[in-house]
């Protein structure tokens, strides 16, 4: 995303500021203790053009709204700004998952305010804007009892970090290169951690065809590449670039300069990840985000995992969970979901993994959040070749469903395992996905989700710590679009309640227009060992 530097005196007052991190988070990690207000800024401060190929992105703020949750600490505060107001029911649905907390005690310490401004432009931009605004959220705060927490950190961020006078738990924003497509390969190439071949960062088609033919110079058995934008998200930035139909001109059989112009020529030919992307469209982008162009890690068997860890403010590396992704669309490039924890064949060698990442990150400098995607091909006699693909400085897809269920069971991840267990110790298990999406659900608005929650008891039970915490109710009546986390005692289980969910809200959206089946792509029809919707 294109924003002005903040000046280098302020930037370290930013960083002055955060060092104040060290005596808050001791205070943080014991929040069930403390006496802590919690500022939360859900701001998408990415590029605003990428982020609308997302459907319902302009509610994408409310995935955040786990943090409420913290709100069983009867000595913690919360404060949370949105675009838009958020519908009543939707709040009253996560205070209402608070065990042993009277509804209006909690209510009393959670803040909602709301700019009122549904422009596509970053949320923190919204709040900068609107000088009252700030003013009200200072006043609000206890200063030495505050920390902001948000989705990522730009300039934005920082300037708004620095006029409330309240420190950001993220990484500063000149450190976010290194969770872009070209940053993520150095880390990758400077920690030791494989990765496909690749490029360096370029900046138009030119130099994209040139930076191809290189790779597929050094290739030559390449079947596909992956072209990606550099600041893409959820896979949809991402085209894959076919050399099939151009077999012939694989090294040696040609000259560089024939495969330069065969793939330039191929270019307008790419499977584009996202809907109604088009050639010329991300020509245009290249110039703008830069881009890069990747093997494409090839297998007949073939996983998407991830890792979750978070740099201290102390500087140490914590390994939070694994994840088995779900990907779809045209090519199994968009992340549509979750499951956790990733598969034991090689959960363990993924931490392990992610640690080298995140200390190499804890290096440069970088706090709080960090994910690292990998690709895993079957290899036989259970060995998994392990690719990592990229990295995100940022809270992702996999952040809100692990953070509900450690902050609803209070349990542990015991990193012997890679296991997530209760506080009566038994190991849970999730589905998670931010697209069930059906246009048979369109026009649900979040009072009736909840009369089909409560009447199917479709919600989370805090005694059992089994079912369904529901998020993004706020696409449900326009984009039919809806987020889930079923918990379970085992996979089979979170499958089951995963399942009854989808099969309670279709039979409560059945109608004569939908009586044949919505798509495949937006059910979950698979065993736990299935890999995509």
């Not at 390449?222 to 991402?238: Q, T």
């Not at 608005?445 to 706020?474: C, K, V, W, Y």
């Amino acid at each position: 995303m294109q924003m002005l530097n903040i000046s280098e005196l302020a930037q370290t007052d930013f960083r002055d500021l955060q060092l104040t991190l060290c005596d808050r988070w001791k205070t943080n990690e014991s929040f069930d203790h403390s006496d802590a207000d919690i500022l939360v800024i859900p701001s998408l401060s990415i590029d605003q053009r990428e982020l609308s190929k997302i459907e319902g992105c302009e509610h994408y703020e409310e995935r955040l709204l786990f943090s409420l949750i913290r709100l069983r600490n009867p000595r913690t505060r919360l404060i949370y700004v949105t675009s838009m107001p958020l519908h009543p029911s939707v709040i009253d649905y996560y205070l209402q998952l608070l065990p042993g907390i009277p509804f209006s005690h909690a209510r009393n310490r959670l803040l909602l305010l709301s700019t009122y401004d549904s422009s596509l432009k970053p949320l923190s931009q919204k709040i900068l804007e609107r000088p009252r605004l700030l003013e009200r959220i200072r006043h609000a705060l206890r200063l030495e009892k505050s920390f902001m927490t948000c989705y990522n950190s730009t300039e934005l961020e920082a300037e708004l970090s620095l006029k409330l006078g309240v420190p950001l738990y993220a990484a500063a924003p000149e450190l976010q290169i290194w969770g872009s497509k070209s940053g993520s390969r150095q880390i990758f190439a400077e920690s030791g951690v494989p990765h496909p071949d690749g490029s360096t960062r370029v900046w138009n088609a030119a130099d994209l065809a040139q930076a191809a033919a290189e790779l597929w110079q050094r290739e030559p058995t390449l079947k596909r590449m992956v072209v990606k934008l550099n600041e893409g998200i959820s896979g949809e930035g991402n085209a894959l670039l076919d050399l099939r139909p151009i077999a012939n001109l694989a090294p040696p059989e040609s000259s560089h300069t024939e495969r330069v112009a065969a793939i330039n020529d191929r270019f307008s030919t790419m499977s584009f990840q996202a809907k109604q992307e088009h050639w010329d469209n991300f020509a245009g982008r290249i110039t703008e985000l830069g881009a890069i162009v990747e093997a494409f890690v090839e297998g007949e068997i073939k996983r998407s995992p991830s890792v979750q860890g978070r740099i201290t403010p102390n500087g140490d590396v914590e390994i939070l969970s694994t994840h088995d992704q779900i990907l779809g669309g045209p090519d199994g490039q968009i992340y549509l979901g979750c499951r956790f924890p990733a598969d034991e064949a090689y959960r363990l060698q993924l931490q392990q993994l992610g640690l080298k990442v995140g200390r190499k990150l804890a290096e440069k400098g970088a706090l709080e959040r960090f994910g690292v995607d990998f690709i895993t091909v079957d290899k036989g006699d259970g060995q998994w070749d392990i690719q990592a693909i990229e990295i995100n400085l940022r809270k992702g897809g996999t952040t809100h469903p692990f953070m509900a269920l450690k902050l609803l069971t209070n349990g542990r991840y015991e990193l012997s395992t890679g296991l997530f267990y209760s506080q009566q110790g038994r190991p849970k298990y999730y589905i998670a996905t931010d697209n069930l999406q059906k246009d048979r659900y369109r026009g649900l608005l979040p009072n009736d989700l909840m009369d089909i929650i409560a009447h199917h008891r479709l919600h989370f039970d805090t005694g059992t710590e089994t079912g369904t915490i529901f998020h993004l109710m706020g696409c449900l009546s326009q984009f039919g679009k809806l987020g889930l986390t079923s918990i379970g005692d085992s996979p089979q289980q979170a499958e089951e309640v995963y399942n009854k969910v989808v099969k309670v809200l279709d039979e409560e959206t059945k109608s004569k227009k939908y009586e044949e089946s919505c798509p495949s792509e937006y059910t979950f029809p698979i065993g736990w060992d299935g890999h995509c919707f």
